[in-house]
C-alpha cells in the first residue's frame, strides 16, 4: 500500500470535489475518509456522484440512522467501526 497524498479539509465546506477529482488523478484505489458524520455523509455522496469507483473507508462516525440516510450509496462502504 502506498499513500499518495493526504488532504485535510475544513469541515464546515461541504465541497470535497476537488479531493474526489485529486483521488481519481492520482489513480487512488482507496479513500480513508476521517471526517463527523455530517461530513461524511457529504463525502460519500460527493465521491459518488462524482463516480469514485476506489473503496472507502469510513471511521467510526456512522451510525445506523448515518447508512440508512446514505441509502444505496452506502454501498460498498468499509467501516472500521459499526454502530
Do not use: C, M
Not at 22 to 34: H, Q
Not at 47 to 73: C, P, T, Y
Amino acid at each position: 500500500n502506498t499513500v499518495l497524498f493526504e488532504d485535510k479539509v475544513e469541515t464546515s465546506d461541504f465541497d470535497f470535489k476537488a479531493v474526489i477529482a485529486r483521488a481519481t488523478k492520482e489513480g487512488s484505489d482507496t479513500i480513508f475518509a476521517s471526517l463527523p458524520a455530517d461530513a461524511l455523509i457529504a463525502f460519500i455522496r460527493a465521491a459518488r456522484i462524482n463516480s469514485f469507483r476506489g473503496k472507502i473507508l469510513v471511521g467510526d462516525s456512522l451510525f445506523s440512522q448515518e447508512i440508512n440516510e446514505l441509502g444505496k450509496d452506502a454501498e460498498g462502504l468499509y467501516l472500521v467501526q459499526s454502530w
